[in-house]
């Protein structure tokens, strides 16, 4: 089991950007586990925003993100980044970081693909 502590979140207005981080330990084999971010709005299903492999060669991102979004990985310090720009009031969230090994495909965005999860952190997007 890798626990996972995220990076305190914060207050950023429109337009704005956020650097998440999530450190990963437990393991040995952090570098197998492919990491995601999830977020969640009280009263709403939890989204799967972007994953990243093992090694980071592949990532995926809801379409909600693409193209302000950047996960990232170190696996030298087992730390994984979500880098956001442009938010919006859309992006304001409890998000977690998660690792999983066995189930990246068909869809890594998936919570049930993943077996750890952080407490979360939140976001919140407001002038």
């Known amino acids: 089991q890798v626990h996972l502590e995220e990076s305190e979140g914060g207050s950023v207005r429109p337009g704005g950007s956020l650097r998440l981080s999530c450190a990963a330990s437990?393991?040995?084999?952090?570098?197998?586990?492919?990491m995601g971010w999830f977020r969640q709005v009280p009263g709403e299903e939890r989204e799967g925003v972007a994953a990243?492999?093992?090694?980071?060669?592949?990532?995926a991102y809801a379409d909600s993100v693409k193209g302000r979004f950047t996960i990232s990985r170190d696996n030298a310090k087992n730390i994984i980044y979500l880098q956001m720009n442009g938010l919006t009031s859309d992006d304001a969230a409890m998000y977690s970081c998660?690792?999983?090994?066995?189930?990246?495909?068909?869809?890594?965005?998936?919570?049930?693909?993943?077996?750890?999860w952080g407490q979360g952190t939140q976001v919140t997007v407001s002038s």
């Open positions: 437990g393991s040995p084999y952090i570098e197998s586990y492919y």
């Open positions: 998660a690792a999983g090994r066995s189930a990246w495909y068909p869809d890594p965005l998936r919570g049930s693909a993943y077996t750890s």
């Open positions: 990243i492999s093992g090694n980071g060669a592949n990532t």
